[in-house]
């Protein structure tokens, strides 16, 4: 047993840091796609390209990310456990909030080309884990903050299982909502285009990977 405590501790290490390369490999190509291939991101613009930009800058930088870390907190921020979870909850209401604006904006690119939303698998997987993240927050902040001993120990294993399946839900949204761009698009001959998004979507898999061992394998160090 107490060999246990320092190997935990080595585990979070090890995941912290691979969380620190992992995260520019996501990042680096995503933004190389927006800004240099997809014409850059501006909500008030006219071109409905730039205002479509907003949906996965705010989804991947603000809401996957940000839950990443929210997630995380539990096993990297140091302080006191009440420290650690008014964190986590705080960045999760930012996720949140960042997604309701990454959410208007796919809107608002449909509304400007008239085109039929919430037709595809993958909008249907992502306003579903949306909506369920938010709902997930407010049962947080109820039972986690508010309730009593026995209905925070009763609601907690629940609590993480739930967080961690709507995380890979959140992944997945990304991972499908990368495959409509790239058949919309119809990505044949740009080769470095075409590259980039498969290496996005894999490095977006393995951020998920690796934000989900940081919760499930310390506990059996």
Not at 33 to 39: A, G, I, M, W
Not at 77 to 92: A, D, N, Q, Y
Not at 136 to 146: D, S, T, V, Y
């Amino acid at each position: 047993m107490g060999a246990s405590i320092p190997m935990q501790k080595d585990y979070i290490y090890i995941y912290h840091n691979f969380g620190t390369l992992i995260w520019p490999s996501c990042s680096n190509p995503f933004a190389c796609l927006v800004l240099h291939y997809r014409e850059g991101i501006e909500y008030d613009s006219q071109n409905p390209l730039r205002v479509f930009n907003v949906h996965p800058f705010m989804m991947f930088f603000g809401f996957i990310f940000l839950i990443g870390l929210a997630i995380l907190s539990h096993q990297t921020v140091p302080g006191s456990h009440e420290t650690r979870k008014i964190i986590h909850l705080t960045l999760h209401f930012i996720a949140i909030i960042l997604g309701i604006v990454g959410l208007c904006a796919v809107f608002k690119f449909y509304d400007m080309v008239n085109w039929e939303d919430v037709t595809s698998l993958h909008s249907w997987i992502g306003i579903g884990t949306f909506c369920l993240v938010g709902l997930q927050w407010l049962m947080g902040l109820g039972f986690m903050l508010q309730g009593s001993a026995q209905s925070r120990s009763t609601m907690a294993p629940w609590h993480v299982a739930a967080g961690r399946a709507l995380f890979f839900m959140a992944i997945c949204a990304a991972l499908t909502g990368l495959m409509e761009k790239y058949t919309m698009i119809k990505l044949v001959t740009h080769h470095r285009e075409s590259h980039l998004i498969n290496f996005t979507g894999l490095a977006i898999l393995l951020f998920g990977v690796f934000v989900d061992m940081s919760v499930g394998l310390p506990r059996y160090a």
